[in-house]
């Protein structure tokens, strides 16, 4: 063993991939040269989640056979993908902000849009404003649309409120003034005289971090940014410090909300792109997952500890969005089209005051986490539920690392049922499908409401908690596939060791899409092209592996809302100019149900995806075997199903003594150590060559 690690450490094969959810943190390491894959995972620390990382980064590496001593010559590669952001916006614990803005607009944070996201909701609480009014200044400035100055920047102002907010204790300060967009010299003088009489503080301006129009949603964005930037600096600088004390000397990786990765000190300036940072890592997995199997329509179902994220994949690739609402906050800038509903397997079950079951979105989270924990929790869980049901093991979890008491849950669920006037049994299965009705909710939003019928789609279910749900909710969607590859319960902490660097650019252009334009056109895409090669050369990315993926956000004549269309490669000509108009009207169509021939078209922002890539774990096939899987059976347990409503003995399966070619029909268990998998009667289950379990449901 130990010439094999001294063999393993002389050049550095590892890639290893660490996941921070509110609940469990994920640890994947991959071998370059062997192709080996190995997972692990450890509770979250709330309270401090770099302490969780570390310990569990720690475990990972010592349980392969390396020493402290080994590792920097041992891992190659090191990727992060956390919550960090999102906890901070979602429990309202970011930075105390101070904002600029033009004379006139202080109000605009706060009154944003008209339209009510609850029409009919007299009672809808809009978010929290995140910086109050007193911190809100207003400067003297001026700029027209075209970026001519009309009023010049009054930098005394500037630097009085400058002043106002040090004297305030401000941590952050957001600068957006208006067509800042177009003309940035007014925005980029006001962040100098800031950082001169607040060297310590955190400072955003909105041209930095989304030069596009739409005033609100470019000041909301620079506010979140401001909000969370010294709660990512400071979670990075405890973080950097540890990974160093375990002997890992090499550079570490966040991912974004786009599915890419940037190095820790750009997302530290930047951590507004990073508020989906751990769901965009799975659907990247997902996605290469289902690629190599020969699944190109795919709905991911990402189940965790606190919450499910669902994404839609048609032809192999994923949605995205430019723009999106984020805990109530709008934020402009490019994420992967993920949906999230407050439904996990800490998820607490309650009685509303019309009498009737409700699950989440408030969770029990890693502590005092579900009853079964023994923690002192007594309101029950959709995991106190599976256990209830003996879905789950009914004694441990984590392949026997944690304990578990039945006891707790089935006396928590008891008290429940009573006051519904149930059998413990079927409250703890209405808590299940309930839960899975909110999740079959977030999917519709996904699918049907934007022109997909989930029926056509297989389901790929991960997390945690994913595969134990996955088969109802395909039922409930009337799907006939699910999709759960190997090692899902880590799948995001995978999906960082499957992703690329990359970065968006982007400029606000309103110009039609007609010949007289073709030279801003053209100069507009210039533009982002220009900047995206600077970034490729300050990445030092060799010219082979770097990739330009451009497009144009258009709408009719009138329009409020763009669609995002791709631009072929080159300077456009007439020819490119048709053929971006067929392609406008074909995705006008497919989300509108309609196109209106011959109506002018209009060019609103101009869009750069550039992608530097890398060396990737690889997933190798494996030949297919003989059918019969009785040598991967471990045993029977009694499980209570809604099809038979009682208690039916139920075959386990060990996941690693399944093999590519094995085939059985439910009712079946498949345990391993980062998830449980629910085959229920009716369903039958085949591993293919990639050890991905395929489910196949009875029409």
């Known amino acids: 063993m130990k010439d094999d ?11 290893v991939g660490v996941d921070s959810g509110g609940t ?40 392969r056979g390396l020493s402290i001593a080994d590792r920097a010559a041992a891992v190659a590669y090191l990727g992060h993908g956390t919550t960090v952001a999102t906890n901070a916006l979602i429990t309202g614990t970011g930075s105390k902000v101070g904002l600029i803005t033009t004379d006139g607009f202080r109000d605009l944070l706060e009154i944003g849009r008209q339209k009510r996201p609850d029409l009919y909701d007299l009672f809808a609480d809009k978010p929290v404003t995140l910086v109050p009014r007193d911190l809100r200044f207003e400067v003297r400035e001026r700029l027209r649309h075209t970026g001519e100055v009309v009023a010049p920047l009054d ?42 009489e607040l060297p310590d503080a955190f400072i955003c301006a909105s041209h930095e971090i989304a030069p596009e129009f739409r005033e609100f949603e470019r000041l909301t964005t620079a506010t979140v940014n401001a909000y969370l930037g010294p709660i990512m600096h400071r979670y990075i600088r405890r973080l950097t410090p540890r990974f160093s004390d375990m002997g ?48 190109d329509d795919i709905i991911t ?50 009685i509303d005051s019309g009498g009737l079951l409700k699950v989440g979105p408030e969770s029990a989270g890693a502590d005092p986490g579900p009853v079964c924990y023994g923690l002192g929790s007594d309101r029950p869980t959709v995991t106190d539920a599976n256990i209830v049901l003996q879905i789950l093991n009914p004694t441990h979890l984590l392949d026997g690392r944690m304990a578990v008491r039945r006891d707790l849950a089935v006396d928590a669920i008891a008290k429940m049922a009573a006051q519904l006037g149930m059998g413990v049994e079927d409250t703890a299965q209405g808590i299940l499908s309930v839960v899975s009705a909110n999740m079959a909710k977030a999917i519709r939003v996904i699918s049907v409401q934007r022109g997909h019928d989930p029926r056509g789609y297989a389901l790929m279910a991960f997390g945690g908690a994913g595969p134990l749900h996955a088969v109802r909710l395909a039922q409930e969607l009337g799907m006939s596939r699910v999709i759960v590859p190997r090692n899902p319960g880590i799948l995001c902490a995978m999906g960082l ?116 890539v890398v060396a990737k774990a690889d997933l190798p096939a494996r030949t297919e075997g003989p059918p019969d899987a009785a040598a991967a059976v471990t045993g029977t347990r009694d499980v209570w199903y809604p099809e038979t409503r009682r208690y039916t003995e139920t075959t386990l399966y060990a996941r690693d003594r399944l093999h590519p070619g094995m085939v059985f029909d439910g009712p079946a268990i498949i345990d391993q150590m980062d998830t449980t998998t629910l085959v229920p009667p009716g369903v039958r289950a085949r591993v293919d060559a990639l050890d991905n379990l395929i489910l196949e449901l009875s029409p």
């Open 5 to 15: 690690t001294q063999a393993a450490a002389s050049t550095p094969t590892w890639r």
């Open 24 to 63: 469990f943190t994920d640890v994947c390491l991959f071998d370059e040269i062997s192709g080996d894959v190995s997972v692990w995972k450890v509770a979250s620390t709330p309270d401090d989640p770099s302490r969780g990382i570390a310990h569990g980064v720690d475990e990972a590496l010592g349980n």
């Open 155 to 196: 930098e005394a102002a500037v630097r009085s409120a400058a002043r106002a907010m040090k004297d305030q204790g401000v941590d952050a300060v957001a600068i957006c003034f208006l067509y800042a967009f177009v003309n940035s010299t007014h925005e980029r003088a006001a962040r100098a005289i800031i950082a001169q």
């Open 248 to 295: 890992l000397t090499v550079g570490a990786h966040l991912t974004q909300s786009n599915g890419g990765v940037v190095r820790f000190d750009v997302a530290a300036q930047t951590p507004v792109r990073a508020v989906l940072s751990g769901p965009s890592t799975g659907v990247v997995a997902a996605r290469a997952i289902g690629s190599r199997a020969g699944f």
């Open 301 to 350: 179902f990402d189940m965790g500890g606190t919450s499910s994220d669902v994404a839609l994949m048609a032809g192999g690739d994923v949605t995205q969005t430019n723009e999106s609402t984020v805990h109530g906050y709008p934020i402009k800038a490019p994420m992967l089209d993920i949906h999230t509903v407050g439904a996990g397997g800490g998820s607490i079950a309650s």
């Open 497 to 612: 060791l499957l992703t690329d660097l990359r970065a968006d650019f982007s400029t606000t252009r309103l110009l039609p899409l007609e010949t007289d334009a073709l030279p801003q056109i053209n100069e507009a895409i210039a533009t982002v092209d220009a900047q995206g090669a600077a970034w490729f050369a300050d990445e030092d990315i060799a010219p082979e592996k770097r990739r330009r993926a451009r497009r144009i956000d258009m709408r009719y004549e009138g329009q409020n809302h763009e669609l995002s269309i791709p631009v072929p490669d080159g300077r456009l000509d007439d020819a490119a100019l048709d053929s971006l108009k067929c392609a406008f009207a074909q995705a006008h169509t497919r989300m509108y149900g309609f196109a209106v021939e011959g109506e002018r078209i209009h060019c609103i922002t101009f869009r750069l995806e550039a992608t530097g």
